[in-house]
C-alpha cells in the first residue's frame, strides 16, 4: 500500500485495535455503573433498615411509657397485672395511640409473625368480639426476642428474664433484640416502664 492510501484510511490492524479498546473501555464503564448501582442499593437498604429500627424503637417507647398495671381477671384478693411476656411476644394494657381515635383501654399484643414484626389492638371491654387486624412494624425479621428486668424472688436481687406473667407489676424494663433475615442484629432496645412502681416478687 502506498503512502498515499495510508493517508486516506485506517489499516485492519487499527481498526482492530480501536475496537478492542472501545470494547474494553464499554466493560470498565458497566462495571463502575454496577458498583455504583449496587453503592446504592446497599445505602437505600441501610437507610430503610435504620428507619424501621427507629419505627420500632419509637412505638414501643410510645406504648409501653402507656402500659399501665391493669389487674388480670382472676378470683384472687390480689390479682395479678395483665401483663403477659415471653421471649417471643408481649401483651400489656394500654390507650392507644392518639392518632387512632378509639378511646378507652386496649389490650396490645407484639409479636412476630411470618417473619413480620406485628402489633394488633384489641379494645378491652370488647376483647374477643372481633378479630383485630395487626398492623406491621418490621419486615424481614428473623427473630424478635423480649426479655424483661425486675424482681424474680423475694431472696434474689433483680435481673433479666425471658418471661414475666402472674406478677403484681409490671417489669422495671422491657428489652427487644431484633434480627433481620440478613443476619444483621439491629441495636438492643430497652424501655423503662413508667408506672413499673416499686418491684415486688
Avoid: C
Wanted: glycine share 8%; proline share 8%; net charge neutral.
Amino acid at each position: 500500500m502506498s503512502a498515499r492510501n495510508r493517508a486516506a484510511g485506517f489499516t485492519l490492524v487499527e481498526l482492530l485495535v480501536a475496537a478492542t479498546v472501545a470494547s474494553l473501555l464499554a466493560v470498565l464503564l458497566f462495571d463502575s455503573l454496577h458498583v455504583a448501582a449496587d453503592s446504592s442499593r446497599a445505602v437505600e437498604r441501610r437507610t430503610d433498615r435504620t428507619a424501621t429500627i427507629a419505627l420500632v424503637d419509637d412505638f414501643l417507647r410510645r406504648g409501653l411509657v402507656a402500659a399501665i398495671p391493669y389487674p388480670a381477671i382472676g378470683g384472687t384478693a390480689r390479682p395479678p397485672v395483665d401483663f403477659t411476656g415471653t421471649p417471643e411476644s408481649l401483651a400489656f394494657v394500654a390507650g392507644p395511640p392518639a392518632h387512632m381515635a378509639l378511646g378507652g383501654l386496649h389490650h396490645v399484643v407484639i409479636n412476630r409473625v411470618s417473619g413480620r414484626l406485628v402489633v394488633a389492638w384489641d379494645q378491652l371491654l370488647r376483647a374477643g368480639a372481633g378479630s383485630p387486624v395487626p398492623s406491621v412494624l418490621a419486615e424481614n425479621v428473623k427473630s424478635a426476642d423480649f426479655a424483661y428486668f425486675g424482681i424474680q424472688s423475694p431472696d434474689r436481687p433483680m435481673a433479666w428474664s425471658g418471661s414475666w406473667a402472674g406478677r403484681r407489676t409490671l417489669p422495671q424494663l422491657v428489652r427487644l433484640r431484633l434480627t433481620f433475615e440478613d443476619g444483621v442484629a439491629a441495636p438492643d432496645i430497652v424501655v423503662s416502664l413508667a408506672l413499673a412502681g416499686p418491684p415486688q416478687p
